[in-house]
């Protein structure tokens, strides 16, 4: 289950994607949330769905990545859709052990359920699709007017990618961690809740050792290298804006404004 969270990866390509400017992939990124979350019906919500699938056919990454990806928020899925299916007042439909299943709960649910797919997968294609140094250096550019008012752009960018550098790194820790834990003769995948929650404590001390030793490791050698904020520092690449990051700005905004019409009952689906 470990091996199938890709949050934070990045995967080399030479598609449209890959190639656009970062700086327009977070703007779209930050469009496609607003899309998703302004959706109120599932009419509405057809828009952002195909704009990723479009996004998605774009990357040239594989399916199976996505539902790779998808894989450990199953659960988080499903006790999401149950707590609205059952606790949603509305017409009654069918009542299980006296509590009723409405109409409301499941069409709520339903699209709960498809808000959380389509943020994590199309947000997912950010990371998948631009590495940790661009993401650095967009963010830092993004934020750069701030820091005439004393706002540490520089370390926030470099604070956000050194955690998304760390995701991977961390999941790999603890598998290898509840490897040996396993072949030591413990039992983490069986017993009650409880015991479940105990089996935990000889992965997550090990786990926190590690982070700091590896925090550790990385300020010295950031130390080493003289490193001391973002203050006369060059860049080896500038970010390059062309026309394709502004066709796929503007088609983004027409996604967006389909959606408000969409909201709106000017448009009907």
Do not use: W
């Not at 109120?40 to 990806?69: E, H, Q, W, Y």
């Not at 999401?80 to 439909?93: E, I, Y």
């Not at 699209?111 to 959380?116: D, I």
């Not at 973002?230 to 389909?258: H, I, M, N, Q």
């Amino acid at each position: 289950m470990l091996k199938d969270i890709t949050i934070g990866q990045y995967f080399p390509g030479n598609s449209l994607l890959h190639t656009m400017d970062a700086r327009f992939k977070i703007i779209v990124t930050a469009i496609f949330i607003v899309m998703i979350f302004a959706a109120d019906s599932f009419s509405a919500l057809l828009p952002p769905l195909i704009f990723f699938i479009l996004a998605f056919a774009l990357s040239g990454l594989p399916v199976k990545l996505i539902a790779r990806s998808m894989k450990p928020i199953i659960p988080v899925l499903v006790f999401t859709s149950v707590l609205n299916v059952f606790f949603v007042d509305g017409k009654a439909l069918v009542s299980i052990f006296g509590i009723n299943i409405t109409d409301e709960g499941l069409i709520i649910s339903g699209m709960m359920v498809l808000r959380l797919i389509a943020l994590i997968c199309g947000s997912s294609l950010l990371t998948y699709t631009t590495s940790p140094i661009i993401l650095t250096d967009a963010i830092e550019k993004m934020l750069k007017p701030l820091s005439k008012i004393g706002f540490p752009a520089h370390e926030l960018a470099m604070m956000m990618t050194i955690a998304l550098r760390f995701i991977p790194t961390l999941i790999e820790e603890t598998d290898k961690i509840m490897s040996a834990q396993k072949a030591r003769g413990a039992e983490l995948d069986s017993g009650t809740l409880v015991q479940r929650a105990k089996a935990l404590v000889p992965i997550l001390i090990p786990l926190f050792v590690s982070s700091f030793r590896r925090a550790e490791e990385l300020a010295l050698a950031m130390e080493c290298r003289c490193y001391h904020g973002g203050e006369g520092r060059t860049k080896l690449r500038e970010p390059v804006s062309g026309g394709k990051d502004y066709a796929a700005l503007g088609v983004t905004l027409l996604f967006l404004c389909a959606v408000l019409l969409i909201n709106m009952g000017k448009v009907v689906i």
